[in-house]
C-alpha cells in the first residue's frame, strides 16, 4: 500500500531522528529524555545533532535512572508536555514498569478522563547479539497485555519515521519498539512530510499458499523464509503488523482467506503471547477456512543464551520459519 | 481556663470515634518556633517565620480541618455500611498538614498526593459530594466512580491525583515541576512561577523512586516540596523498624543537596508559619526541599486495621494533642473566638458532610458504557474515547 516514490535512502536511525526533529520543530511542548541522548548524541547514535540544534533544555541528559525519568516524563505529560522517553534498551525498562504501566498507561482511566498522558516510550528490543538474558528483552507479549497504551514496531526506515510521528501526535502513551538489529539498515524515506497511521498493516510480499504475520525484525527472517519457500513453490504472503496496538486483525484475516494456511512469528516468548493473541483471534474469526492450524514461531522458553550459536538457535530464524510453514501447508 | 474546658467538651463530643480528646495548652511560642534545620546544600538561606494570617484566614482554616474530620467520621460509617468498598485510608489527626501546607501555595500551583487523600482534595477545594461519590463508585464521583477511594483527581484545582503504589507519585511530582518550568521559561518565555508541593507518606521513604526523583529534582533544579507526613507508621510498621536514620530524616535529602526542614504537623499555624517561606523559597529559586511534617494519624492505616501495632497509651498521647482543638484554642485566646461560634461552625459543617453523603446515594451508577471509555482518547475496537467527568461539567456552566 505505501508505494515510496523517493529516490532518497537513509538510515533506520536517520529516520527515527528526522521524526524526532520534525516533531520538536513543530511542537515546542516536545521533548527527548533519556540517557546519554545529548552530549553523548545517543548511545546508538539515533539523536546525534539534536542537542546542538535544540539545546539543553529540550534534549536532556539523564543518569541512569528509568524509574525517575520515566516518572517526571509521566508527570510532565499529565500537564500536557509531549515527552519522548529513549529507553537505551527496553530491557531496562523493567525497572521503570510501575511508572509506564500503572502511572502512563492507567491514567486516562484512572482520573475518570481528566488526565492523558502523551508519551511516547522508545528504545531498542529484542535480542541485540550476545547481550545475555537480561539485556535481550523482547518486552512486547509482556506490555501488550495492558490496556491503555497503544504499542507500535518499525520494521524499516520508511516506517520508523512514519509511525514515530504518528507516535509522537498521538493523544496516548505509546511504547514504540526498535531493534538494535535494524538501526544501520538504509531504506526509501521521502523528502516530504508523511505519517504511518496506526492499526493499518502492510503486505510486504504477496503470496499464495500461506500467510506469515510478523512485527519487527523477525520480518526479516520471515522474508528470507519467503524466498528460500518459493524455490520449492511455497508462495508466502507476509502481514507486516507494524502496530499491536492497536491490531490490525482484518488485513491478517483477508490474507488468511486468501492462502487457507498462517504462520505467526512473534519474537516473545510463546506463552501468553501476541502471537498466541493474534493466532487465537485467526481461530475464532475465520476457524472454517483453515486448513490447518495456525503455526507459531516464537523465542524459545527459556532465557535468553549468551553463546552466538545459542542465541541463534533460540530466537525465531529462517530454518525455524520454513518449518513451521511446511508444516502449516503440509508440506513438511 | 474554663474556656478550655468548654473546648474540651466540645471535642468530646465531637469526636465519636476517639475514645477522648484533651485539649491541649498551647505552649509553643510561635515567635520561636522555627523548625527549619539548613544544612550544607547549595542554595542555602535563612527563612523568617510568615506573619500570622488574619482572622477570618484561620477560621477557614479551622473550618476546613473541621470538614476533613467530618467528612472522614462519616466516611468510616458510609465503609462500615458497605457504601464504600476496597482500600480506604483515613487521615484524621493529619489534617493541620493538608490545610496549613495547601495555605502556604496559589490555587494554579500543583499539587500530587499518595493514596491517604481525601483531606487534601477537599483542603484544595474540591466539593465534598464529588469526593464522597467517588468512594460510593457512583458517575457523579470526581473520576466517575473508576478511582475510588485512593485517586482523587481535580483538573480544575489543578489537584494530580491521589496514587495508591507508595512512593510511585515523587516522579510524578518532579515531573509536574518539571512541567510548569517548562512551560513557564521556554513557552512563555518567562520566569518559572510554580511551585508544586509532591506529598508522601513516611513509608515512601523506603522506595527507590523517591531517591530517583530527588537526585533528578536537585539535577533539575526543579521548583518541587515534598511534603513528608511522618504519621511514625508506613502500614503496620514503625518508622523506626523500617527506616534506617529514622531520628535524623535530613540525611535523605541531604545527599542530594536538598534542603530539609521539620514543621509542626499537629498545629496549622506553626506549620504555616514555617512552610509558607520555603514554599516562596522554592517558587524564587527554582529549586527542591524536603519538609518533613510530624503528625499522627489517629486511625488505622487502612479501614481493615486493628493497630495492634501500638499501646492505647500512645494513641491517647498523640490524641491529645489535636490540630484541631490547638487551632480552636488559639482562636479563642487571640481573637475571643467562643465556643458557640465553634459549635456553630461544626453544626454548618456536619450539615454540609450529611448534605454531600446524600448526594453521593442519590448519584446513579457509573453507566455501564464507561467500562470502555478513558482507556484511549480515541474511540477503536471497544474502546469510545473520553469524557469529561460531572465535576467538571459543572466547572464549564459557571
Known amino acids: ?332 | 481556663m474554663s474556656e478550655h474546658l468548654q473546648l474540651l467538651l466540645f471535642a468530646l463530643v465531637y469526636c465519636p470515634f476517639s475514645t477522648t480528646v484533651v485539649i491541649p495548652m498551647v505552649e509553643k511560642d510561635p515567635e520561636t518556633t522555627l523548625y527549619t534545620k539548613q544544612h550544607s546544600s547549595k542554595n542555602s538561606s535563612r527563612f523568617e517565620l510568615a506573619p500570622i494570617p488574619e482572622k477570618g484566614i484561620l477560621l477557614a482554616w479551622l473550618r476546613q480541618m473541621l470538614l476533613i474530620r467530618e467528612f472522614e467520621v462519616r466516611t468510616m460509617q458510609a465503609y462500615q455500611n458497605r457504601f464504600i468498598g476496597g482500600f480506604c485510608h483515613i487521615y484524621i489527626g493529619q489534617e493541620a498538614v493538608a490545610v496549613g501546607t495547601i495555605a502556604a501555595v496559589n490555587p494554579d500551583d500543583p499539587v500530587i498526593l499518595a493514596y491517604r487523600d481525601h483531606g487534601h482534595a477537599l483542603a484544595r477545594g474540591m466539593d465534598p459530594k464529588h469526593c464522597m461519590a467517588e468512594m460510593f463508585g457512583r458517575v457523579g464521583g470526581c473520576a466517575k466512580g473508576k478511582g475510588g477511594s485512593m485517586h482523587m483527581f481535580d483538573a480544575d484545582h489543578y489537584l494530580y491525583g491521589g496514587h495508591g503504589i507508595v512512593g510511585a507519585q515523587t516522579p510524578l511530582g518532579i515531573g509536574l515541576a518539571f512541567a510548569t518550568k517548562y512551560e513557564d521559561e521556554l513557552i512563555k518565555g518567562g520566569k518559572s512561577t510554580h511551585v508544586t508541593l509532591c506529598y508522601m507518606g513516611d513509608g515512601a521513604l523506603n522506595q527507590g523512586s523517591f531517591y530517583e526523583a530527588m537526585n533528578l529534582a536537585s539535577l533539575q533544579d526543579l521548583p518541587v516540596i515534598f511534603v513528608l507526613e511522618n504519621n511514625r507508621y508506613s502500614m503496620g510498621t514503625s518508622i523506626e523498624r523500617g527506616t534506617s536514620m529514622a531520628h535524623d530524616l535530613h540525611v535523605k535529602s541531604d545527599a542530594f543537596g536538598i534542603n530539609h526542614a521539620i514543621v509542626d504537623g499537629k498545629n496549622a499555624l506553626h506549620l504555616y508559619r514555617d512552610f509558607k517561606p520555603i514554599a516562596d523559597w522554592c517558587r524564587e529559586e527554582s529549586r527542591p526541599f524536603f519538609v518533613e511534617a510530624q503528625t499522627y494519624r489517629f486511625k488505622g492505616h487502612s479501614m481493615s486495621d486493628p493497630r495492634k501495632y501500638r499501646t492505647k497509651e500512645e494513641e491517647l498521647v498523640e490524641e491529645s494533642d489535636d490540630c484541631i482543638a490547638s487551632l480552636a484554642t488559639f482562636l479563642s485566646d487571640e481573637y475571643d473566638i467562643t465556643t458557640d461560634a465553634i459549635k456553630q461552625m461544626t453544626r454548618q459543617v456536619k450539615t454540609q458532610v450529611r448534605q454531600a453523603v446524600e448526594w453521593a446515594k442519590k448519584s446513579p451508577d457509573t453507566p455501564i458504557e464507561e467500562l470502555f471509555k478513558d482507556v484511549y482518547t480515541d474511540c477503536w475496537g471497544p474502546y469510545t474515547g473520553t469524557s469529561k467527568p460531572e465535576m467538571l461539567q459543572e466547572g464549564d456552566d459557571e
Open chain 1, 1 to 332: 500500500m505505501s508505494v515510496v516514490a523517493s529516490e532518497r535512502i537513509i538510515e533506520f536511525r536517520e529516520a527515527l531522528r528526522e521524526a524526532m526533529s520534525e516533531e520538536m520543530r513543530n511542537d515546542e511542548r516536545v521533548f527527548l529524555i533519556g540517557e546519554e541522548v545529548a552530549q553523548y548524541n545517543g548511545a546508538y547514535k539515533v539523536s546525534k545533532g539534536m542537542l546542538d540544534e535544540f539545546g539543553p533544555r529540550r534534549i536532556i541528559d539523564t543518569p541512569i535512572s528509568e524509574s525517575g525519568f520515566s516518572g517526571l516524563s509521566i508527570g510532565a505529560a499529565m500537564r500536557g508536555l509531549r515527552p519522548i522517553v529513549e529507553f537505551m534498551s527496553w530491557s531496562f525498562s523493567l525497572v521503570a514498569a510501575d511508572q509506564i504501566l500503572n502511572n502512563a498507561a492507567k491514567m486516562l482511566y484512572m482520573s475518570g478522563g481528566q488526565f492523558g498522558c502523551p508519551i511516547v516510550f522508545r528504545g531498542n528490543n529484542g535480542a541485540g547479539g550476545q547481550l545475555a538474558s537480561t539485556h535481550s528483552w523482547s518486552v512486547e507479549s509482556l506490555y501488550a497485555n495492558v490496556p491503555g497504551l497503544k504499542m507500535a514496531i518499525p520494521y524499516d526506515a520508511y516506517d520508523a519515521k512514519g509511525l514515530l510521528k504518528t507516535a509522537i501526535r498521538d493523544d496516548n502513551p505509546v511504547f514504540f519498539l526498535e531493534s538494535e538489529r535494524l538501526l544501520s539498515t538504509s531504506g526509501h524515506v521521502p523528502e516530504e512530510e508523511y505519517t504511518i497511521p496506526f492499526g493499518q498493516a502492510l503486505i510486504r510480499r504477496s503470496g499464495t499458499d500461506c500467510t506469515i504475520i510478523s512485527f519487527g525484525r523477525p520480518l526479516h527472517f520471515c522474508l528470507e523464509a519467503a524466498e528460500e519457500l518459493a524455490k520449492d513453490g511455497i508462495e508466502c504472503e507476509i502481514v507486516d503488523g507494524r502496530t499491536i496496538r492497536p491490531l490490525d486483525i482484518d488485513t491478517m484475516i483477508a490474507s488468511v482467506r486468501k492462502t487457507n494456511a498462517c504462520v505467526v512469528v512473534d519474537q516473545s516468548w510463546s506463552f501468553a503471547s501476541v502471537g498466541s493473541e493474534i493466532a487465537s483471534q485467526i481461530h475464532a474469526i475465520c476457524f472454517d477456512e483453515l486448513d490447518n492450524y495456525v503455526h507459531r514461531v516464537h523465542s524459545d522458553d527459556v532465557p535468553t543464551p549468551y553463546a552466538y550459536n545459542l542465541e541463534q538457535a533460540y530466537m525465531p530464524n529462517t530454518r525455524k520459519i520454513c518449518e513451521a510453514v511446511r508444516a502449516a501447508t503440509y508440506n513438511s
